[in-house]
């Protein structure tokens, strides 16, 4: 059984960073995509963030975090930098994983495993 365990969430400024991670175990990593998703307020859909596919063979992002975050992995560990946060990027940050050899996708039900999730704040 994969698990995934968040952490890296705080209260940040407006335009400042963070990095947040997902530990992962009972597997290999590379046996699985991995996605990114925020919440932003209880109730709200979840939204993908970034989604790295299996091996590394491509990561993609969502218009909104473009040019502003940045997802890596490394060993069984997967990374989200955050840069220039903004009020709007406030929520719980969740990783995910799929076992699978399909392209990324920000469809939450295509994933199988969760993590707890991380908080992020951005406030002045």
């Known amino acids: 059984q994969l698990q995934l365990v968040e952490s890296g969430g705080d209260l940040v400024q407006p335009g400042g960073s963070l990095k947040l991670s997902c530990a992962v175990s009972?597997?290999?990593?590379?046996?699985?995509?991995i996605g990114w998703f925020r919440q932003q307020a209880p109730g709200k859909a979840q939204e993908g963030v970034s989604?790295?596919?299996?091996?590394?063979?491509g990561t993609i992002y969502a218009d909104s975090t473009k040019g502003r975050f940045f997802m890596s992995r490394e060993e069984n560990t997967v990374f989200l930098q955050l840069s220039d946060l903004q009020p709007e990027d406030a929520g719980v940050y969740y990783c995910a994983a799929v076992w699978s050899g399909n392209l990324c996708s920000f469809v939450p039900v295509h994933y199988d495993y969760w993590g707890p999730g991380t908080q992020v704040t951005v406030s002045s």
């Open positions: 989604c790295i596919s299996r091996r590394g063979a």
């Open positions: 009972g597997n290999h990593l590379e046996h699985y995509n």
